[in-house]
């Protein structure tokens, strides 16, 4: 049986301060259902963002997105979007990139780029030339499919963000 598994990624969360932009690749099959970047309880973006910001965990979406602003953080994800059965990046195909050198364009502040996980960077790698005024930085990925490194080994490679 053939399927039209398209799926399209969020809005930025971002602002004119905005210092640092976090890629992802496109929105989890759980994040797309709950309309939330990160919405899967497992992953560990949110945790890991709180913990190396010094700050405590947010309890809503509202409240993780302000986290993010007053960091001085953006997010978005690669892909626009993309056929992709299931939630694995492994199976994201037919990607249509966002408009990132218009974001960035735009937000002439960021100065470092943050791939959560190798698909991000890979898709980001595919689709632009890296600008040399940007410095990037390949990150674990926060995904639950990411159990092999421990939370303090992923917050410690995270916090590269914020120096």
Known sequence: MI??????SFAPIINEEAKILILGSLPS???LEKGEYYGHSQNKFWRVIA???GNELPVNYADKKQLLLKSDIGIWDVAHSA???GSMD??????EPNDINGLIATHSDI???GFNGTKAQSLFDKHFTRNPEIRYLLLPSTSP???AISFDNLCKAWSQLLK
Not at 3 to 8: I, Q, R, Y
């Open 3 to 8: 399927t039209n598994d398209k799926k399209t």
């Open 111 to 113: 100065k470092v780029i």
């Open 90 to 95: 492994s199976a994201i195909k037919n990607v």
């Open 29 to 31: 099959d759980k994040s």
């Open 145 to 147: 499919a990411n159990a």
């Open 83 to 85: 056929q992709r059965t």
């Open 51 to 53: 913990t190396i910001t």
